[in-house]
């Protein structure tokens, strides 16, 4: 009797650490996709993708998760049109070549029931390297207008973009290092 008591403990503890896994669909009203760099040295250029997709998988119980967000590379804005045509261009994202840029994570680490960093692989231009995404903030919260609810935070790290080989004007002066910012929403499906 024991022995069939424990086993169905173990079942319903296992049963329970997987319905502790959710799936939650990027809100793209509230996700931002953001970098900057230093203009020479003087002051920092921002720009942005305006489309993006993905979605985001967490079991708090077994602190683990996916993350995977695509970027639609031709969506650049800088809101100066001549540089977000050159940031197109084969010099910079090569948007013709390459339409999107995929980020997937899948190391998550957490302190408590909050993501900490988000690990994984960005391909970009063709190329996969290892980022790692570190959060300045983390929240949790029942969405009053979805009934549902909503994960999510800001997330940054720094890239050197020539690892990609998007190595135009390095020599000349234009930064190596990018900083990505992602503030991030996602609804539970």
């Not at 942005?48 to 695509?70: C, H, L, M, Q």
């Amino acid at each position: 009797m024991k022995k069939i008591l424990l086993a169905a403990s173990l079942l319903a503890t296992g049963t329970l650490a997987q319905a502790q896994s959710a799936t939650y669909g990027i809100d793209p009203t509230h996700t931002f996709v953001t970098f900057e760099a230093k203009h020479f040295g003087t002051s920092t250029l921002r720009g942005r993708f305006d489309k993006k997709e993905g979605s985001v998988t967490i079991d708090r119980t077994a602190k683990t998760g996916k993350a995977e967000i695509t970027l639609d590379m031709a969506s650049v804005s800088t809101g100066v049109g001549p540089l977000d045509g050159h940031l197109k261009s084969k010099d910079f994202f090569n948007a013709g070549e390459h339409p999107t840029a995929k980020f997937v994570g899948d190391k998550f680490t957490f302190d408590g029931a909050k993501v900490t960093a988000v690990a994984g692989n960005l391909t970009m231009l063709g190329k996969t390297m290892p980022v790692t995404l570190k959060a300045t903030n983390y929240n949790c919260y029942d969405n009053p207008m979805f009934k549902r609810e909503v994960c999510g935070g800001d997330f940054e790290t720094t890239l050197q973009r020539s690892q990609w080989g998007m190595d135009y004007g390095v020599k000349t002066g234009i930064p190596d290092n990018i900083r990505l910012l992602v503030q991030i929403e996602a609804i539970k499906q």
